[in-house]
């Protein structure tokens, strides 16, 4: 299965339509919205990925306070 990617004409083209389809107000409109989203997502991968690790800084806190008894 090959994938072809569009050249510089078909983006050209490609733009053209979504300028039409949507009008040249909304598109900043929507670039906002779409970097919004974007960023989010990215947080909630990161903030899903730090409830995956298992915490280890706690043992090693946990260690500190039993040295500092002794």
């Not at 299965?1 to 929507?30: C, D, H, N, S």
């Not at 947080?43 to 040295?67: C, F, H, I, M, R």
Request: glycine share 8%; aromatic share 4%; charged share 35%.
């Amino acid at each position: 299965r090959v994938v072809v990617m569009p050249g510089p004409t078909e983006w050209i083209i490609i733009g053209i339509v979504v300028v039409l389809l949507f009008g040249a107000k909304k598109l900043p409109e929507m670039a906002r919205a779409l970097g919004r989203s974007s960023s989010e997502f990215k947080k909630g991968l990161q903030e899903g990925s730090k409830d995956d690790e298992p915490d280890t800084a706690e043992p090693k806190a946990e260690k500190k306070a039993d040295n500092s008894s002794e």
